[in-house]
Every structure is written in C-alpha cells, then in structure tokens.
C-alpha cells in the first residue's frame, strides 16, 4: 500500500534535465525552504575563521 506522507531524508532533489525550468526552480526553491536551507541559496554561505585553538588541558 502506498503512504501519502513524504519523507524528505529519502526524496531525491529532481535533476534538470532542459525541459520545464520553471516547474524544476519551484520544486528546488520549495525543498530548500522545507529544509530552511533558503537563506544560503539567496545569500551564500561564508566560511568561519578557524581562529579557535583548542590545546590539552594539562
């Protein structure tokens, strides 16, 4: 039997394949937003300074 619920750890981000671009963005916009992942599409994403040394306590 079928289940009408997604999982979205299993749904697989649909591939463009040159055919219906506008129906393609919808659905990337839409997982990246279900997965609040929108903000670095729009913004980027800027690697942190490594600047924290971690040394053993002694």
Same mark, same amino acid.
């Given at each position: 039997? @079928? %289940?009408?619920?997604?999982?979205?750890? %299993?749904?697989?981000? @649909?591939f !463009?394949t040159?055919?219906? !671009?506008?129906?393609?963005?919808?659905?990337?916009? *839409?997982? !990246?937003i279900s997965?609040?992942?929108?903000?670095?599409?729009? %913004?980027?994403? *800027? +690697?942190p300074?490594? *600047?924290?040394?971690l %040394?053993? +306590?002694?």
């Open positions: 039997m @079928a %289940s009408n619920t997604v999982n979205f750890l %299993s749904v697989p981000l @649909a !463009f040159g055919e219906n !671009f506008d129906l393609w963005k919808l659905k990337l916009k *839409t997982y !990246f997965q609040k992942l929108w903000d670095i599409v729009q %913004s980027g994403y *800027t +690697k300074d490594n *600047t924290i040394t %040394s053993k +306590k002694e």
